[in-house]
């Protein structure tokens, strides 16, 4: 086997030649118009890249989008940071459309102001908005008034559309879709949607890289395609970690192994098992013993 430098991306948020599946999703998400939705999912099981490629689409037909992580949302301040980096990552593609983003005159610790001056500019140019949260469930840390008002600044836009991304689990007893509710306007209601694993052809297009240049993909045989997709079950993360373990020891079953054994492995799966309420836990534990024909 020849080694070739990794082409592999791992633990990173990932688009275009190295975004792979999701299609029928980003379908829905970018043709729903007037529809919000609420994507729930575990760790790197790929929500951020499927944000940054839905970005990527939408403004390539000229729909403003703006990404916005509001995972150091603990307070007001919080929010309007981010919401500042958010608008900052954006200028070039909010000038095109003739809203100079630069010039807002909100305080970066009073993201509500922001929000509404630039809804304003947009509304003035009569243009759709589309909000990408990430990491929303950062927003259950804010207090009922701060949700009140980031909801009251949202309902100034005329069309907003928003994508949360957000982990599955129940916060504080709270179910995190009616603390996202709380945070969107009425006429913007969220629909709910999973996100699972690679399909399987997705998976293995993974493993061989066929969305790369072929010299710039591994050397590997269908058989050894088949087994690493097998392995991980189509999770992104766990497919390209050990498709680039394979390619540094050239054995699967090493591999596999050897990433049995690392304990940051087994962190990353405490702390997605920390992220299912106890019924997805009895059901794990069903299929571990091979009864999942009774669930």
Known sequence: ?????????IGQWVRDERFYGRCDLLDELAEARSGSFWLAGLRRIGKTSVLRQLERRVTAT???????????ADDVAGLGYGLRDALYEVEESFADAEIDVTTLNGKDDDPFGLLEELAERINRRGRKML??????????????MARHWLRAALERFDALRVIAVSAPRL??????????DAATPTATRLERRILGPLTPDAALAVVRQ???PRASRPV???ATTSAIARH????????????????????????????AADRSLRFFFEVDMSLIDAAQHDTLRAVQRGDAKNL
């Open 232 to 259: 991980t079950g189509g999770h992104p993360y766990l497919t390209q970690l050990l498709a680039k373990r394979w390619l540094e020891c050239g054995d699967v079953d090493i591999a596999v192994r050897e990433l």
């Open 171 to 180: 916060v504080e007893g709270e179910d995190l879709f009616t603390v996202l």
């Open 210 to 212: 066929d969305q790369l």
């Open 131 to 144: 909000f990408l949260w990430d990491e929303a469930e950062a927003l259950h840390r804010l207090d009922a």
């Open 1 to 9: 086997m020849v080694v070739k430098r990794s082409p592999y991306v």
């Open 220 to 222: 590997i045989d269908p």
């Open 62 to 72: 000229h729909e403003l989008a703006l990404y916005w992580d509001v995972e150091d």
